[in-house]
Nanobody
Framework: QVQLVESGGESVQAGGSLRLSCATS????????IGWFRQAPGSEREGVAA???????IYVDAVKGRFTISRGNDKTTVFLQMDNLRPEDTAMYYC???????????????????WGQGTQVTVTS
Protein backbone atom coordinates (compact mmCIF):
# COMPACT_ATOMS: atom_id res chain seq x y z
CA GLN A 1 0.00 0.00 0.00
CA VAL A 2 1.51 3.27 -1.14
CA GLN A 3 1.44 5.91 1.59
CA LEU A 4 2.38 9.58 1.37
CA VAL A 5 2.64 11.96 4.32
CA GLU A 6 3.32 15.67 3.80
CA SER A 7 4.75 18.08 6.33
CA GLY A 8 6.38 21.49 6.51
CA GLY A 9 3.56 23.83 5.61
CA GLU A 10 3.11 27.00 7.65
CA SER A 11 2.44 30.71 7.37
CA VAL A 12 5.29 32.81 5.96
CA GLN A 13 5.74 36.35 4.68
CA ALA A 14 6.11 37.09 0.99
CA GLY A 15 9.71 36.64 -0.12
CA GLY A 16 10.30 33.94 2.45
CA SER A 17 11.11 30.25 2.04
CA LEU A 18 9.67 26.92 3.10
CA ARG A 19 10.68 23.31 2.58
CA LEU A 20 7.91 20.76 2.29
CA SER A 21 8.56 17.06 2.84
CA CYS A 22 6.72 14.05 1.48
CA ALA A 23 7.52 10.80 3.28
CA THR A 24 6.70 7.88 1.03
CA SER A 25 6.40 4.14 1.55
CA UNK A 26 4.93 1.04 -0.03
CA UNK A 27 6.45 1.23 -3.49
CA UNK A 28 9.74 0.51 -5.20
CA UNK A 29 11.99 3.51 -5.60
CA UNK A 30 12.21 4.65 -9.23
CA UNK A 31 8.98 2.97 -10.23
CA UNK A 32 6.69 5.97 -9.66
CA UNK A 33 6.48 9.62 -10.55
CA ILE A 34 6.18 11.69 -7.36
CA GLY A 35 4.60 15.09 -7.76
CA TRP A 36 3.62 18.11 -5.73
CA PHE A 37 0.24 19.66 -6.39
CA ARG A 38 -1.66 22.51 -4.81
CA GLN A 39 -5.22 23.66 -4.45
CA ALA A 40 -6.39 27.08 -3.38
CA PRO A 41 -9.95 27.66 -2.16
CA GLY A 42 -12.34 27.81 -5.11
CA SER A 43 -9.69 26.62 -7.56
CA GLU A 44 -8.88 23.39 -9.30
CA ARG A 45 -6.01 21.26 -8.06
CA GLU A 46 -2.93 22.05 -10.14
CA GLY A 47 0.49 20.59 -10.67
CA VAL A 48 3.55 22.34 -9.23
CA ALA A 49 6.58 20.09 -9.71
CA ALA A 50 7.37 16.43 -10.14
CA UNK A 51 10.33 14.05 -10.07
CA UNK A 52 10.27 11.08 -12.35
CA UNK A 53 11.55 7.52 -12.18
CA UNK A 54 14.92 8.56 -13.65
CA UNK A 55 15.14 11.57 -11.29
CA UNK A 56 14.37 14.03 -14.05
CA UNK A 57 12.32 16.97 -12.83
CA ILE A 58 9.56 19.10 -14.27
CA TYR A 59 8.08 22.40 -13.08
CA VAL A 60 5.11 24.48 -14.08
CA ASP A 61 5.93 27.97 -15.35
CA ALA A 62 4.52 29.70 -12.26
CA VAL A 63 7.22 28.22 -10.00
CA LYS A 64 10.22 27.83 -12.30
CA GLY A 65 13.29 29.39 -10.77
CA ARG A 66 11.68 29.59 -7.32
CA PHE A 67 10.82 25.99 -6.38
CA THR A 68 13.08 22.93 -6.40
CA ILE A 69 11.98 19.32 -6.10
CA SER A 70 14.45 16.68 -4.94
CA ARG A 71 14.79 13.30 -3.29
CA GLY A 72 16.44 12.75 0.04
CA ASN A 73 19.42 10.45 0.38
CA ASP A 74 17.08 7.75 1.66
CA LYS A 75 15.20 7.94 -1.66
CA THR A 76 11.90 7.69 0.17
CA THR A 77 11.47 11.36 1.01
CA VAL A 78 10.71 13.96 -1.64
CA PHE A 79 11.25 17.62 -0.84
CA LEU A 80 9.85 20.79 -2.31
CA GLN A 81 12.08 23.76 -1.56
CA MET A 82 10.07 26.93 -2.10
CA ASP A 83 11.91 30.26 -2.26
CA ASN A 84 10.75 33.80 -2.95
CA LEU A 85 7.21 32.86 -1.99
CA ARG A 86 4.32 34.99 -3.19
CA PRO A 87 0.79 35.42 -1.83
CA GLU A 88 -0.53 33.57 -4.88
CA ASP A 89 1.39 30.47 -3.72
CA THR A 90 -1.05 30.18 -0.82
CA ALA A 91 -2.76 26.79 -1.06
CA MET A 92 -3.03 23.31 0.37
CA TYR A 93 -0.06 21.39 -0.99
CA TYR A 94 -0.32 17.67 -1.70
CA CYS A 95 2.15 15.07 -2.85
CA UNK A 96 0.94 12.31 -5.10
CA UNK A 97 2.34 9.24 -6.81
CA UNK A 98 1.62 6.90 -9.68
CA UNK A 99 3.32 5.00 -12.45
CA UNK A 100 2.49 7.56 -15.16
CA UNK A 101 5.18 9.69 -16.70
CA UNK A 102 5.54 12.93 -14.78
CA UNK A 103 5.11 15.05 -17.88
CA UNK A 104 1.59 13.66 -18.25
CA UNK A 105 0.76 13.44 -14.55
CA UNK A 106 1.62 17.03 -13.70
CA UNK A 107 -0.94 18.27 -16.23
CA UNK A 108 -3.61 15.77 -15.21
CA UNK A 109 -3.75 15.43 -11.41
CA UNK A 110 -6.94 13.35 -11.57
CA UNK A 111 -5.09 10.36 -13.01
CA UNK A 112 -2.84 9.91 -9.98
CA UNK A 113 -3.97 7.18 -7.65
CA UNK A 114 -2.10 7.89 -4.44
CA TRP A 115 -2.34 11.12 -2.44
CA GLY A 116 -1.26 12.45 0.90
CA GLN A 117 -3.49 14.40 3.24
CA GLY A 118 -1.96 17.79 2.38
CA THR A 119 -0.11 20.53 4.21
CA GLN A 120 -1.23 24.17 4.28
CA VAL A 121 1.03 26.93 2.99
CA THR A 122 -0.04 30.52 3.62
CA VAL A 123 1.97 33.45 2.24
CA THR A 124 1.12 36.86 3.65
CA SER A 125 1.96 40.17 1.98
Amino acid sequence: QVQLVESGGESVQAGGSLRLSCATSGYTYNSYCIGWFRQAPGSEREGVAAIDKDDSTIYVDAVKGRFTISRGNDKTTVFLQMDNLRPEDTAMYYCAADAYACQHAIQNPRILGYWGQGTQVTVTS
